[in-house]
């Protein structure tokens, strides 16, 4: 490829809405163009660097024998009422109407469609296990999109779907799955953990997340630098700590906190620690007539060490919060505790709720929360003494440095990373619910076993720019570069000499079947360097007058911080080895 022929447009400046670095340097350096909030045009430079990212997903789906389809983008609203999601979903699913008011929805992911196809297609336990794939459009209607292609509204995912005869066989499909979804990311060339992941509602524990490691990434990847253990915030169990419970040292005592409603003002004030602190967290159920109407409303009180985070997907697992909770309102608060939040606590309740405690919670002694009075704290609670027996323990918080890991190997570390690919296992949620059934191999009907495995082919782009760039640009791993090499010659208009060594090497490239470009747009060497700099090709030759008078070429890697001189006749054969290597 000569660059006269292609379309690069280089900006030396981000548009101000860029916030993260792959949003800045993919708009600088030309290879995303907005359109509206969240939708991007991907330019031909950006295009070539998707479809390598398409390819090699492409040729590890087929290793794996998945068998690639396309569905639409636009579905009919009857499925998704069937699944129960047309109602469920929030206002991400967007919805429209025909010219016949009919309702459709613009596909964000395609479980009823290839549910649907099953159902028709799928008759007999002979043709499992399948699992088919796509690379399509999706569109997410994001509350607010960011972060260029990280979170837009528009975007290309790859999303595959097992079908399988039972639970023993759906394991091995995910499985299957789980090999090529590494084998994929080795292939990228990036730094990335597969992490245990919270299945949410789709229930069940074979889950993984795919996370390049990034210090901008929005989730937090929790590991043991000491064993195998890795998983996402939502799903790293804290354990108990060691019992038992130290016996009562003071005696519980009202103190005044005039205008200090958090645990660390309260801390500040006592001059006492973080960590001998109890935040109460009141949460809500409510029971549900026929008709939907609210018959009853059950108060919850959640206590959480005062240093320590509530995690949401925990508390939903906690029975009787399993069934779906919210945070009470203000009027509810106050009704059960006397006052307004800020001095809540377990003990003095004008009505009864129920008290959840965390594992950490359970075993302390001694320890400080709201009076239920304002301005008002009481110290040196424990129970047994003060307040009853808790009615629930469990693991209600996030995680953080430091924690013994929960498979007994070292303590946890926390970083940083960028979701890129999720494969769950899904059961029956959908074969049920659209009844999806095949023949048995003894004549009865039976629901599909599914799985989902999904990869954000334009994410993993701006991931991998998040993990390699520069002062000057974008450093592209070699798999998914737009270019692997760029040759640079310097006035290649002025000297016969340049210009022909130049296409010599070019065209010699082209034939072993490297992705080349050569610059002949005649640009000084600065700008030409700084857009290839910027661009991020890893590989650059750079073919002078003054070098081939004393038979050599200079090449750099975009990680090396000086050139290295090469001579003429062996540059085509170096960087075949560099890129063999």
């Not at 009470?328 to 059960?336: F, L, R």
């Not at 003894?442 to 799985?451: A, I, N, R, S, Y």
């Amino acid at each position: 490829m000569r660059a006269s022929q292609f379309l690069i447009s280089t900006l030396k400046e981000a548009p101000a809405d860029a916030e993260v670095a792959s949003h800045k340097l993919m708009m600088r350096a030309g290879m995303i163009k907005k359109l509206g909030a969240g939708i991007y045009t991907y330019m031909p430079m950006g295009l070539r660097v998707i479809r390598k990212v398409e390819a090699i997903v492409r040729e590890e789906m087929d290793r794996a024998g998945a068998v690639e389809c396309a569905m639409p983008v636009v579905q009919p609203a009857e499925l998704w009422q069937e699944s129960g999601r047309f109602e469920k979903m929030g206002p991400e699913l967007l919805r429209i109407k025909d010219r016949h008011d009919r309702d459709f929805v613009v596909q964000p992911t395609s479980e009823e469609v290839v549910t649907d196809i099953a159902r028709q297609e799928l008759r007999s336990y002979k043709q499992l296990p399948k699992n088919l794939y796509q690379i399509q459009t999706k569109f997410r209607d994001e509350r607010r999109p960011r972060f260029g292609l990280m979170r837009g509204r528009e975007f290309t995912m790859k999303d595959a779907y097992s079908f399988d005869r039972d639970q023993a066989s759906a394991k091995k499909s995910y499985e299957a799955m789980a090999q090529a979804y590494r084998r994929i990311f080795d292939r990228f060339g990036l730094r990335y953990r597969a992490v245990a992941a919270d299945s949410g509602a789709i229930g069940g524990d074979l889950s993984e997340e795919f996370q390049v490691i990034a210090a901008t990434g929005e989730d937090a990847i929790v590991y043991s630098p000491e064993s195998q253990y890795a998983a996402n915030m939502e799903k790293a169990e804290a354990l108990a700590p060691k019992g038992p419970r130290k016996a009562a040292a003071q005696a519980m005592q009202k103190v005044p906190t005039p205008g200090k409603s958090t645990c660390e003002q309260v801390a500040e004030l006592l001059k006492v620690p973080l960590d001998t602190t109890v935040k109460s967290l009141v949460l809500a159920t409510d029971r549900m007539d026929a008709q939907g109407g609210i018959v009853g409303t059950q108060v919850w009180l959640l206590l959480v060490r005062g240093d320590h985070d509530m995690n949401e997907i925990k508390v939903g697992k906690v029975p009787g919060l399993d069934v779906g909770y919210r945070f009470a309102t203000v009027p509810e608060i106050e009704a059960h505790f006397g006052t307004r939040p800020g001095y809540l606590g377990p003990i003095a309740l004008k009505q009864k709720v129920k008290i959840v405690a965390d594992r950490e919670v359970a075993l302390m002694a001694d320890w400080i929360c709201g009076a239920n009075e304002e301005g008002f704290h009481l110290t040196g609670v424990n129970w047994g003494r003060d307040l009853p027996e808790p009615d629930a323990v469990a693991d209600l918080r996030n995680v953080v440095e430091g924690d013994p890991s929960p498979d007994g190997k070292g303590r946890l570390a926390i970083e940083r990373g960028i979701e890129i690919g999720h494969i769950f296992y899904l059961g029956t949620k959908y074969s049920k619910a659209m009844n999806a059934t095949f023949l048995d191999e003894d004549g009865k009907p039976k629901v599909f076993e599914m799985g989902c495995y999904g990869i954000g082919i334009t994410r993993l782009p701006a991931a991998a720019i998040e993990q390699n760039h520069d002062e000057r640009g974008i450093i592209w791993p070699d798999a998914i570069a737009p270019f692997t090499v760029v040759v640079c010659p310097i006035g290649m208009d002025r000297s016969a000499e340049v210009k022909t060594a130049a296409e010599k090497l070019h065209d010699e490239l082209v034939a072993a079947g490297i992705d080349v470009m050569l610059d002949d747009r005649g640009e000084r060497p600065g700008a030409m360097f700084a857009d290839w700099e910027l661009i991020g090709v890893p590989h650059r030759v750079v073919i002078s007058d003054r070098g081939l008078k004393e038979g050599q070429v200079e090449y750099q890697h975009r990680r090396d911080a000086a050139a290295t001189k090469t001579a003429v006749a062996d540059i085509a054969a170096f960087l075949k080895g560099r890129l063999a290597a």
